[in-house]
């Protein structure tokens, strides 16, 4: 069963704008990913926020996490045609556990 | 090579028969993970290797799932009997065990057809 929802499930702007996209999701965490995936196949890591941390940054992304509301945010700044893919945050639920569980993904379209 | 491959990148099989997916993990990676991703849903975990030993087979759907590793390295998921609910992308990662980031670096899956 999947643990987060991604919110929008789809997301399209033009170059230039900045994507915002929200995941919540139901149990305690350890840790919160976020991955990117392109054309349904392999997916890459992109950032990891612990769970007593608030914010992250790497490069044009910035990640928070609000444990009170289990929700997190990832958020693209000054978005590239390039950035066009799915993205899914994913949770390791209990500490020292290995399994990740996934949200459904938001699908980004970055218009040129 | 420097990233987790698997083989083969697609298969097509007939209801029935008897499949084998193939990953090579990251060299000395001794964590490796087997997931499946349905269409327009994110992937969901099958099961996870420590070494040679399967320390979490609870995402296998039944008994015609069966993985192995071995030599804790190259691990193999077995499908048998495959029904056309199987089809889907199954993806592997590896991560290094022992680090408090559970970061977990994903081949490029292999997709599965069931006709």
């Known amino acids: 069963s999947q643990q987060g929802e991604e919110d929008p499930q789809a997301l399209s702007i033009q170059e230039g704008e900045n994507a915002t996209m929200n995941c919540s999701y139901k149990?305690?965490?350890?840790?919160l990913q976020w991955y990117r995936q392109n054309s349904g196949r392999g997916l890459v890591h992109l950032i990891l926020?612990?769970?007593?941390?608030r914010e992250k940054h790497s490069g044009r992304l910035r990640v928070t996490l609000d444990t009170s509301k289990k929700s997190s945010s990832l958020l693209i700044t000054a978005s590239r045609a390039a950035d066009t893919a799915s993205y899914f945050c994913?949770?390791?639920?209990?500490?020292?556990?290995?399994?990740?569980?996934f949200g459904q993904g938001t699908r980004l379209t970055i218009n040129p | 090579g420097a990233g987790v491959s698997q083989t083969p990148s697609n298969k097509v099989t007939e209801k029935g028969k008897y499949v084998e997916l193939r990953c090579d993990p990251i060299?000395?990676?001794?964590?490796l993970y087997w997931y499946r991703q349905s269409l327009g849903q994110g992937p969901e975990f099958l099961i996870y290797?420590?070494?040679?030993?399967?320390?979490?087979d609870s995402g296998l759907p039944n008994d015609r799932f069966f993985a192995v590793r071995p030599e804790g390295s190259v691990s193999t998921l077995k499908i048998q009997r495959t029904e056309r609910g199987d089809s889907a992308v199954y993806l592997c990662?590896?991560?290094?065990?022992?680090?408090?980031?559970?970061?977990?670096?994903f081949g490029p899956g292999t997709r599965l057809t069931v006709l």
């Open positions: 990662a590896s991560s290094l065990l022992g680090t408090s980031y559970n970061e977990q670096f």
């Open positions: 149990t305690s965490i350890n840790n």
């Open positions: 926020i612990r769970s007593n941390e």
């Open positions: 994913a949770t390791d639920i209990i500490q020292g556990a290995q399994k990740l569980v």
């Open positions: 060299s000395g990676h001794t964590a």
């Open positions: 290797f420590q070494g040679t030993g399967a320390a979490d």
